[in-house]
């Protein structure tokens, strides 16, 4: 076979890793010392990568996480924010995702609970989940604009089928007879299907007042505090400092360019 065209025919067919591959053998095994399966496999090999890569890269960018670039290896487990190493790292492996768990943040405002949760999200884009990130008051307006213009079921089954949805600035006012509704019909879609993240200045236990109808509460409660890994972030605000040593420095780096 002639090697441009069928380079041709693989760029054609979109197998550019294939492509890539086939034109570093022919750079390093001129000879083709290496046997037909040899080469064949390492070319489907980089094929596959090449997917994964462009897959992963799709998913981060419709997830729309403030920050995209935060990623568990960044982490800084010597900052006293009362991290647990074992527990960060075994959620890195994305087993909660399957298990359809949810992970629960709360602490102060600034303590690096909303960069904590996009790793999380970085993590299971990785893994090959689709991702979503909304704070709060943009989905009920997202919610409330759906409701008037008759989207509101498409709205419901989009944030209803994405893996995880990462829920930023829960509990930051009370909520409206609506917004409560709206709640207890976007987790019941996602109840025992879906995982989700929650960060949150409130602490649990004042969450069922801020839901407000003790009924409604108790069954939006039900459904994502009873199977999840809770996270409580400790220490003073980090954007009361220049630079912080309970950030990593890819932390203070979003933290001051989202001030200025």
Not at 24 to 49: H, S, V
Not at 74 to 100: E, K, P, Y
């Amino acid at each position: 076979m002639l090697t441009h065209p069928t380079l041709d025919q693989m760029t054609a067919l979109g197998l550019t890793g294939m492509a890539d591959a086939w034109k570093a053998l022919a750079e390093q095994d001129p000879g083709q010392a290496l046997e037909r399966n040899e080469w064949l496999g390492l070319m489907l090999d980089r094929e596959a990568a090449a997917r994964a890569d462009k897959r992963f890269a799709n998913r981060l960018r419709n997830a729309k996480m403030r920050f995209p670039n935060a990623c568990i290896e960044d982490v800084d487990f010597a900052a006293s924010r009362g991290l647990d190493r074992r527990q960060i790292l075994a959620l890195a492996q994305g087993d909660w995702i399957r298990a359809r768990e949810q992970i629960i943040l709360t602490g102060q405002t600034g303590t690096g609970k909303t960069w904590l949760a996009c790793a999380f999200g970085h993590q299971a884009a990785r893994l090959d989940h689709s991702v979503s990130y909304v704070r709060m008051p943009r989905l009920f307006e997202d919610m409330a604009m759906a409701r008037l213009d008759g989207r509101f079921p498409r709205l419901v089954d989009k944030l209803a089928r994405v893996q995880l949805l990462v829920l930023d600035d829960w509990g930051t006012h009370g909520l409206t007879d609506q917004q409560r509704l709206d709640l207890l019909e976007l987790f019941e879609e996602r109840y025992q299907r879906r995982s989700t993240i929650i960060t949150a200045q409130l602490p649990v236990s004042g969450w069922h007042d801020m839901i407000g109808e003790p009924t409604i509460a108790d069954a939006i409660l039900d459904r994502i505090v009873h199977n999840s890994h809770r996270i409580e972030l400790k220490g003073d605000s980090m954007r009361r400092k220049d630079r912080n040593a309970n950030l990593t420095s890819a932390e203070n780096t979003e933290i001051i360019r989202t001030e200025t």
